[in-house]
């Protein structure tokens, strides 16, 4: 059985007469029947009547229609997937996110992706940045949004927003009681959540630069694995510096700090011609961060 064959029976079909399907399919009428022949004898079963002024589907034929469409359509679908390819249209994407600082527009971007995009598959990773950085080098991530400042040289970095640093206090901590920006001097004497692991060593060293950076020396404690990183913060023993107010949890309140400083993100792949989809994923980033917006003030 042959895919012509399929189409040459639905058009048959659809006009009621050889004639016209030979018309519309732009082929002669004799090698018209002829396949129609070959396909009823492998099928077994008579598929059309044919009558003085066209043909009639039999109960098989009815039968066969509906299936062979459905094969008709699949082979269409199955013929696309080339042009959907290239398209980034359908595809697959490993993104990695960084653990403890966090892009704030990530929900949109993933969101909005999502909707256009429905037939890319995409995996979302959680983790240190010395960990994804070193999976996207071995090829188990196509991309990693993190801070910039993260990145090697090796790895192609496209730009996508900018935002500040925030200040994380549990609900019973004496910052949780004021609202607008923190100034450097009000974390003089204050312990500070960092990873202790070595592939979190990335964010430890910009949390300790920019507070140094302010005159402040902290104390810098060891936080939780993982989703427990700022547990201590809930607790009220310590505070965090983060970059999206997306991990306060735990009745945590979120305040800007007030250093005068953006931290940029960027999307980090290796391939410097990307596959499609991940070109698609990137443009979407840079149309989530690209409209101009003030660098956040206060959360609530």
């Known amino acids: 059985m042959e895919l012509r064959q399929l189409n040459y029976f639905v058009a048959i079909a659809e006009e009621q007469s050889f004639t016209r399907a030979a018309e519309r399919l732009w082929v002669a009428q004799p090698g018209l029947s002829t396949q129609i022949?070959?396909?009823?004898?492998?099928?077994?079963?008579?598929?059309?009547e044919r009558?003085?002024?066209?043909?009639?589907?039999?109960?098989?034929?009815?039968l066969f229609l509906e299936r062979a469409r459905k094969a008709v359509a699949a082979a269409a679908l199955a013929r696309s997937t080339g042009d959907d390819l290239r398209a980034g249209r359908v595809g697959?994407?490993?993104?990695?996110?960084?653990?403890?600082?966090g892009w704030p527009l990530v929900g949109t971007l993933l969101g909005r992706f999502g909707r256009d995009r429905p037939d890319v598959e995409l995996t979302v990773v959680e983790s240190y940045a010395g960990t994804l950085l070193r999976d996207l080098h071995d090829g188990r991530l196509d991309a990693v949004l993190a801070p910039s400042m993260f990145a090697s040289t090796e790895f192609l970095r496209v730009p996508v927003g900018e935002t500040q640093w925030l200040v994380l206090a549990g609900p019973d901590h004496r910052l949780a009681g004021s609202a607008g920006p923190v100034a450097a001097d009000e974390l003089d004497g204050e312990a500070v959540v960092v990873t202790s692991h070595r592939d979190g060593a990335a964010y430890d060293r910009v949390v300790a630069e920019t507070l140094a950076d302010l005159g402040v020396t902290p104390e810098l404690r060891p936080g939780g694995p993982g989703p427990a990183l700022f547990g201590g913060v809930v607790c009220g023993e310590a505070i965090a510096l983060t970059t999206t107010p997306v991990v306060a949890v735990g009745g945590m309140v979120v305040r800007p700090l007030d250093t005068g400083r953006a931290v940029e993100?960027?999307?980090?792949?290796?391939?410097?011609?990307?596959?499609p989809a991940i070109e698609e994923f990137i443009g979407a980033a840079e149309a989530v961060g690209a409209p101009a917006r003030p660098l956040l003030r206060a959360v609530a």
């Open 37 to 48: 022949r070959r396909l009823e004898s492998e099928l077994g079963v008579r598929l059309f």
């Open 51 to 62: 009558r003085p002024r066209g043909v009639d589907l039999t109960d098989a034929g009815e």
């Open 92 to 101: 697959t994407i490993r993104l990695g996110i960084v653990t403890g600082a």
């Open 265 to 275: 993100f960027a999307l980090l792949s290796l391939d410097q011609t990307p596959a």
